[in-house]
């Protein structure tokens, strides 16, 4: 538990979902011995620590140590001291299936706030499915099997797409591991939701077990694939799409049994690309619009690498590799939630920026600093976007955190 007076601060708000004890109690039904001989460091207090320090960058165990040398920090966890080696027992110890449910808890929270913005696409719900390999040095990790010299690990994702990319569902293989072994795990089972990969998970195989089981798909077909024509669609003139063919793939053994869609496209340097779909009910511009989104899954793995600190690694264990990149995952969802709740439309990393300002004022002044314009000045007093604080208290409410209602150092009018 928090410091009543931290209760309403920005920390508490981006560490809610964490701190709530009706998940907490939910987890413990599952994992019965957590933390039963802990003294200091309990599961929620080591999570917030490893959160913090990827918000923070930092690069080692012994930073984490040191940053409870802060007043504040140890103030909100109440947590005076932890040394290095005492954090690493527990990242390792930590069952990795915790990070699990805390991810899938995040994500609810934040499908629940984009619900209120009745956030759809014409394109529908996408499930966008990639890998992303870190590497690591072989003496230190002889288990996380990639090359003779070089070791790595591979992270498996599967990232929703809405109005904003949410991690769902995360994997931590070797880096050896095929993309494909990993799929069945990553498609969602849902008619609504098309699940968008590259050709690196062509499988025909699974192609025809996806179409009887009603799993939609789009990907892009490699090259030298064997394909029959059944029929073509008419084309405008006008139109980026080169072709839009019904066809079968592969021959002999490996002849698919259903027929699928090729919609032939032009990248920026007028190379030819070709997409496969199993999805017969949009247009073959959609389709091409579609298998576009999925470069924003490569974009966020360059986000994750690049401002929170998963090229260096804190354990050597697997289970250690594993609970701090899946709580990697739940520090970008909590962010997006952070942001959610303020009703910024700006990036997420000008939110992350504002937050290691003000982690410790009210989360009134981080709603105030984040719709503050830097960088420009005025004569008099600047006029505020009352609609988008007003907006932001009402993701709140709507949230159920009615609180605000009697917290007289929150008033979206007078920020």
Not at 280 to 293: H, L, P, T, V, W
Request: positive net charge; glycine residues 4%; charged residues 25%.
């Amino acid at each position: 538990m928090q410091d009543k007076n931290t209760t309403h601060s920005t920390f508490s708000q981006l560490f809610q979902t964490i701190l709530s004890k009706k998940i907490w109690t939910r987890i413990k039904s599952l994992n019965p011995n957590l933390d039963s001989y802990v003294k200091k460091l309990f599961a929620p207090k080591l999570i917030q620590l490893i959160m913090l320090a990827h918000l923070e960058q930092k690069k080692s165990l012994q930073e984490i140590s040191f940053s409870l040398s802060n007043e504040h920090l140890s103030q909100s966890l109440q947590l005076e001291s932890i040394s290095a080696s005492q954090l690493s027992r527990r990242l390792q110890d930590l069952p990795t299936n915790i990070a699990d449910q805390l991810l899938g808890e995040h994500v609810r929270q934040v499908g629940i706030n984009t619900s209120m913005e009745a956030v759809r696409q014409t394109i529908g719900r996408l499930n966008l499915i990639d890998s992303s390999t870190v590497s690591l040095a072989f003496t230190l990790y002889p288990w996380a099997k990639f090359r003779k010299t070089k070791s790595g690990i591979k992270l498996h994702l599967g990232l929703n797409f809405y109005k904003e990319p949410i991690p769902v569902n995360g994997l931590i293989t070797e880096a050896k591991k095929n993309d494909k072994t990993q799929m069945d795990k990553l498609v969602v089972y849902d008619k609504d939701v098309i699940n968008v990969f590259d050709r690196g998970y062509v499988d025909y195989e699974k192609f025809d077990e996806y179409c009887e089981a009603g799993i939609r798909f789009v990907t892009r077909l490699k090259e030298n694939a064997y394909t029959q024509e059944i029929k073509a669609a008419y084309i405008s003139e006008d139109s980026p799409i080169e072709e839009d063919l019904i066809v079968i793939l592969g021959k002999n053994q490996t002849k698919m049994k259903h027929e699928l869609r090729l919609v032939v496209t032009k990248d920026t340097q007028g190379n030819p690309v070709m997409i496969l779909t199993n999805v017969f009910d949009k247009s073959a511009e959609e389709i091409g619009s579609i298998y576009r989104n999925r470069w924003k899954i490569e974009l966020f793995f360059k986000w994750i690498k690049q401002h929170l600190q998963i090229k260096h690694l804190y354990g050597q264990s697997p289970a250690a590799v594993v609970n701090q990149i899946m709580i990697a995952l739940i520090t970008y969802c909590a962010l997006m939630l952070m942001k959610l709740k303020s009703g910024y439309q700006g990036t997420l990393l000008q939110v992350t920026r504002i937050l290691r300002e003000c982690l410790y004022e009210e989360f009134s002044v981080f709603v105030r600093k984040i719709h503050c314009k830097y960088g420009k000045s005025t004569k008099g007093r600047r006029r505020l976007k009352h609609e988008i604080l007003f907006e932001a208290t009402e993701k709140q409410v709507e949230a159920g955190e009615f609180y605000l209602l009697n917290d007289l150092t929150y008033d979206p009018v007078i920020l």
